[in-house]
């Protein structure tokens, strides 16, 4: 079985989230006899925010390099970033390090043409939603990709880092989300919902979501298992 390298901390919250699946995921596909070995990095979640938000890409780019780095040498296979955010130098650190990164919105995109959808809505924090990183896989493939309202952005932006991030999870914050996933199915005729940040799935899953939910982390999970079990 190859080793996984995960780039955590962009939040713990996730990070928790990924150890844990990758973990129940594996021992279950294998009947009870394996589980994976993982590596974590853990970045300081407020250092790589500060420089995501205050646009310091390369010095962002360096930063996590090193922590793929220090993957590759304790021996990962497979290497990824465990934060839809943090693809905003994805080229910039595979360019890097020579290593080919098994990519969030490369994966969600792949599960959306599976199931045919032709518009989807995407929600994440303020960059994701209104970055290109998250898109360009999807619009490529022919999918029409809408965002919230620039204040459903804001607010959106706002829960994510002041209460997910946390792990702090509200039913006003669900009702909130929940309305702003109708309005577009109603007025922009989106067919599912991507939950582009990897602490949405902390407040949004299929039986509550008003829409078909593209998870990123599950659709992510997914894959890294799959390599991972991979002859």
């Known amino acids: 079985m190859k080793k996984i390298g995960l780039v955590g901390g962009t939040g713990p919250e996730s990070t928790l989230m990924y150890y844990r699946e990758l973990n129940r995921r594996v ?4 009947n009870g006899t394996a589980m994976p070995d993982v590596a974590i990095e853990s970045v300081n979640f407020r250092k790589a925010w500060n420089l ?10 360096d930063y996590l390099s090193e922590k793929v780095e220090c993957l590759k040498a304790g021996g990962a296979d497979i290497i990824s970033l465990t934060a839809g955010t943090m693809h905003i130098v994805y ?3 595979v360019s890097k390090t020579g290593t080919p990164l098994i990519s969030i919105p490369k994966a969600v995109s792949d599960e959306a043409v ?8 995407l929600l994440g924090t ?3 939603m209104e970055r290109d ?3 360009k896989d999807l619009t490529e493939a022919g999918i029409d990709v809408i965002i919230p309202q620039k204040e459903e952005r804001e607010l959106i932006a706002k829960r994510i880092f002041e209460e997910l991030e946390l792990g702090i999870v509200k039913e006003s914050t669900l009702k909130e989300f929940t309305d702003i996933i109708r309005r577009m199915q109603a007025e922009d005729g989106i067919e599912a919902v991507i939950l582009g940040c990897t ?16 998870d990123s982390v599950e659709i992510h999970l997914k894959k ?4 991972a079990l991979r002859e």
């Open 126 to 128: 303020i960059f994701t």
């Open 133 to 135: 990183y998250m898109k």
């Open 114 to 121: 599976s199931k045919g959808y032709k518009k989807v809505g």
């Open 224 to 227: 890294l298992v799959e390599l």
């Open 52 to 61: 995501v938000s205050e646009e310091k890409y390369t010095e962002l780019t």
């Open 27 to 30: 021992d279950e596909l294998t």
């Open 199 to 214: 602490e949405l799935p902390l407040l949004l899953n299929k039986e509550n979501c008003p829409v078909d939910c593209l």
């Open 91 to 93: 080229d910039e650190i």
